[in-house]
């Protein structure tokens, strides 16, 4: 198993530019997040899937759009990619069943391994 | 509303002294929390987690911690620090409702003086 997996690693754009991160996990996870972590911020939640063809926006959604394509990859894409988007950017999953109406918590999220981008 | 508190964003401790990592939780249904540990240009990688039943749980590499409801903490701790512990430490706490989000700590950085 791979685990979580991210590509690009690395992205340099410049202000006003267009890019989409890819993530996808091969272990049957239902749930997807994506974060980014700045430094002195801890992780920041941005969008979450908590089922295929669901999304959901997290803490700090502003100049972002994600997309579920299926149960295994989860995209995360800036539109028009501002400096204040320099930061490193970590996909995650969970296996927690969607709508059980059970508290599940004990499912760990599983990270990639980040994608660093910077905003000239 | 679930949130979580890491005192202290910087720890330097000897090689061999004891590692003791502070955090405390606030939430409003009972928590699970986790505890997760970054290797410089990684990502997150799993330590240990609190769910139900005991209260002291131990982890990968030495770890362990323990949740006091009372105090609302579940500081990590490790008896005797080693070289390679060296790395930034995450707290986070979820109830495992509404998609299982986790809420993270501004984390701490761990320098091992040798």
């Known amino acids: 198993n791979a685990g979580v997996t991210q590509t690009p690693k690395f992205q340099v754009l410049k202000t006003g530019q267009s890019m989409t991160l890819q993530c996808a996990q091969d272990m049957n996870h239902n749930s997807m997040y994506w974060y980014r972590q700045d430094p002195g911020m801890g992780l920041r939640l941005i969008y979450y899937s908590a089922s295929e063809g669901t999304t959901d926006k997290g803490e700090v959604p502003n100049g972002y759009n994600v997309s579920r394509l299926n149960k295994r990859e989860f995209s995360l894409r800036l539109e028009s990619a501002a400096p204040s988007q320099t930061s490193v950017y970590f996909c995650?999953?969970?296996?927690?069943?969607?709508?059980?109406?059970?508290?599940?918590?004990?499912?760990?999220?599983?990270f990639g391994p980040g994608t660093r981008l910077t905003v000239l | 509303a679930q949130s979580v508190t890491q005192l202290g964003s910087h720890v330097s401790v000897s090689e061999g002294a004891l590692v003791l990592l502070r955090c405390n939780y606030s939430s409003s249904v009972p928590p699970y929390l986790f505890w997760y540990v970054q290797y410089p240009n990684q990502g997150l990688q799993l330590l240990l987690k609190?769910?139900?039943?005991?209260?002291l749980v131990k982890g990968i590499n030495g770890f362990e911690a323990e949740f006091k409801k009372s105090e609302t903490s579940f500081h990590l701790t490790k008896p005797s620090a080693h070289m390679s512990d060296a790395a930034e430490y995450f707290c986070a706490v979820t109830s495992g409702l509404g998609g299982n989000q986790f809420y993270f700590g501004t984390g701490t950085s761990l320098t091992v003086i040798p």
């Open positions: 609190y769910t139900t039943g005991a209260t």
């Open positions: 995650a999953s969970s296996g927690t069943p969607p709508g059980l109406g059970t508290r599940i918590g004990d499912n760990e999220q599983f």
